[in-house]
């Protein structure tokens, strides 16, 4: 069955403090992974991506975590190879590394790299292989890199055809962001493709994506696309086909049909402010279903 994990897209009400608890309750809840997004420029205040995680790791004792996505080409590899083996050391094979190139061209200017942006697809093939590199055991003393006890899998975000050849050849998994079950479907014949011409095995390899959902019972105030349109700060017409929402059915039936082409783990983005409820909601009524 098709699992189901919660990304954090927001901070808390109760800011920073809060996202242990928000972790504890999402597991509880059903949620098989809780995963943090990654900016380190942003219009509003956000989660840190690695000081969350450990909070996330704490909070928690069953369901895996990780970044969904770390914008690898914006980050020192070095001091990132350490943070998620360190992180790895903590929350042990519950670890799962999202890497991505990012969207956000003002997001790296005003990091101070905005001559990346052309590049930054180069820049994470390079990044990925630099990262499995640092974790690889080694007797060099000159290592800065606390290596970790397993390599933790690598999936590769984005839903580009580039991004999605990337997590073929590099990857462990690929989770595209914000798509919907159609583009999904057609999509992972293609996947399965890019895996077999890469030599990879096609059984070892995970299926995922990012779904933008909206139980529309759960918070009845909430326009979805007006919240995801501030979150982003953009005009909320732009995620006009990204959400999947309606009643607690009609959203788990475009679940399944996410499962039925052969998702492997669905990673949801809720576009309101009650993240968790609303993962309760679909997780009662996928119960129900017998799911």
Request: charged share 25%.
């Amino acid at each position: 069955m098709t699992d189901l994990g919660l990304v954090v897209v927001d901070l808390p009400p109760d800011g920073p403090a809060g996202v242990g608890p928000l972790a504890a309750a999402a597991e509880a809840a059903g949620a098989s992974a809780v995963w943090l997004t990654d900016h380190q420029r942003w219009h509003r205040p956000c989660v840190d991506v690695i000081g969350g995680l450990h909070a996330v790791a704490a909070a928690t004792s069953r369901c895996r975590l990780g970044p969904c996505v770390l914008q690898l080409p914006l980050r020192d590899l070095a001091g990132t190879a350490k943070s998620m083996a360190y992180l790895g050391a903590l929350a042990g094979d519950r670890l799962v590394v999202g890497v991505g190139v990012g969207e956000h061209r003002r997001e790296y200017e005003l990091c101070g790299h905005g001559d990346r942006f052309a590049r930054r697809g180069r820049l994470l093939d390079a990044g990925i292989a630099e990262l499995r590199e640092r974790w690889a055991p080694s007797g060099d003393d000159e290592r800065l890199v606390l290596a970790p006890t397993a390599t933790p899998p690598i999936w590769v975000g984005g839903r580009s055809a580039a991004a999605r050849r990337r997590a073929a050849q590099l990857g462990d998994g690929w989770i595209p962001h914000l798509c919907r079950a159609d583009w999904f479907a057609a999509e992972v014949p293609r996947l399965a493709a890019d895996v077999r011409a890469a030599g990879r095995d096609g059984e070892a390899f995970t299926r995922a994506a990012a779904v933008a959902v909206f139980v529309e019972e759960v918070e009845p105030e909430t326009d979805p696309h007006a919240w995801l349109g501030r979150l982003y700060d953009l005009p909320p017409a732009t995620f006009a086909r990204a959400v999947v929402r309606g009643t607690a059915t009609q959203v788990v039936s475009e679940l399944d049909a996410f499962a039925a082409a052969g998702a492997d783990h669905l990673a949801l983005v809720v576009a309101g402010d009650r993240p968790v409820d609303h993962l309760r909601a679909v997780v009662a009524e996928r119960r129900a279903r017998g799911d």
